[in-house]
């Protein structure tokens, strides 16, 4: 269902796993492969090759969560109890912060609340987490801005585009930037 931002509507994690085993299609900006590779302690390109999977649209790289061949999320695992749990949650990509709802435009006022979530209907009513979507839709901004300035306007191939990319988002990081504080991005909220 599509709802408008400032909308209320029912949800209660149930840890199914469900949504980190049907796919994964989690779309990731540079700045969320950087986060995971400061988490994980390896590089952005280290992260980049094992952790995603990049797929070449026209001249622009998408990059998304890589799966473990049967259709569930790499970072997907089960505690003692068979409940499934993300190994990287503090580090998760902003798009997993948000679900069960769904960004649809950075230039729209509403938002999809998936009901392919088991979750969606039942539990407290909740609200959409603005600064997250705010700031989620900021970072989708500035990577396709650059991505498109560096591949259609400076000549670079779009994997060229993306590694330069990486980088110079890394090089970003570590001077302090706000988005690479876990605390910061923990104060924005989450679905």
């Given at each position: 269902m599509i709802i408008k931002l400032d909308s209320k509507f029912r949800f209660k994690c149930i840890r199914c796993g469900k949504c980190c085993s049907t796919g994964p299609n989690v779309a990731l900006t540079v700045y969320d492969v950087v986060r995971i590779s400061k988490h994980l302690g390896v590089k952005p390109s280290v992260a980049l090759k094992i952790y995603t999977k990049v797929i070449?649209?026209?001249y622009i790289p998408f990059i998304a969560l890589a799966g473990d061949?049967?259709?569930k999320c790499v970072f997907l695992g089960y505690d003692k109890e068979g409940k499934p749990y993300c190994k990287i949650y503090?580090?998760?990509p902003l798009r997993c912060r948000l679900y069960p709802?769904?960004?649809v435009s950075p230039s729209k006022n509403t938002i999809e609340v998936t009901s392919n979530c088991p979750g969606v209907g039942g539990g407290a009513i909740t609200s959409v987490p603005l600064r997250l979507v705010k700031h989620y839709f900021w970072e989708v901004?500035?990577?396709?801005?650059e991505l498109v300035k560096l591949v259609l306007d400076e000549g670079y191939s779009p994997l060229e585009a993306l590694e330069l990319l990486v980088e110079k988002t890394y090089e970003e990081a570590l001077g302090n930037a706000l988005w690479c504080n876990l605390e910061y991005i923990d104060s924005l909220g989450a679905t």
């Open positions: 070449i649209a026209d061949g049967l259709g503090r580090a998760r709802a769904i960004p901004k500035m990577h396709y801005k």
